[in-house]
């Protein structure tokens, strides 16, 4: 079992950026597909973007082009760097690590493992 811990959530304004981190224990990030999921107040988690063990990445439309996820294996991390934030983009973002090193976590099925969260505040 893979424990997460989400770090580097704050407040910022629209336009501004912010880069979370992941600390991952237990399994190498570089074993598993590793995800950040995101949960406004009064909706569903949703899958923002994944990386896997050859760094394919993928990304929810809604953050194309303006978020991206990496890896550093040697801290065993995951970041996601959020450029251009709107105020859509306030939620409680979650590191998620997958069942296996090749499949994206693009949705919640696919999540093995599940960080506590982090917020994200971006105003107008």
């Known amino acids: 079992q893979v424990q997460l811990v989400e770090s580097g959530g704050g407040l910022v304004q629209a336009g501004g950026s912010l880069r979370l981190s992941c600390a991952a224990s237990?399994?190498?990030?570089?074993?598993?597909?590793m995800a950040w999921f995101r949960q406004a107040p009064g909706k569903e988690r949703e899958y923002v973007a994944a990386i896997n063990w050859s760094d394919a990445r993928a990304y929810a439309d809604s953050v194309k082009g303006r978020f991206t996820i990496s890896r550093d294996n040697a801290k065993n991390t995951i970041y996601l760097q959020m450029d251009s934030l709107k105020p859509e983009d306030t939620a409680v973002y979650y590191c998620?690590?997958?069942?296996?090193?090749?499949?994206?976590?693009?949705?919640?099925?696919?999540?093995?493992?599940w960080g506590q969260g982090t917020q994200v505040t971006v105003s107008s």
């Open positions: 237990g399994r190498s990030v570089s074993s598993l597909g």
């Open positions: 998620a690590a997958g069942y296996n090193s090749y499949l994206l976590p693009v949705n919640t099925r696919s999540v093995a493992s």
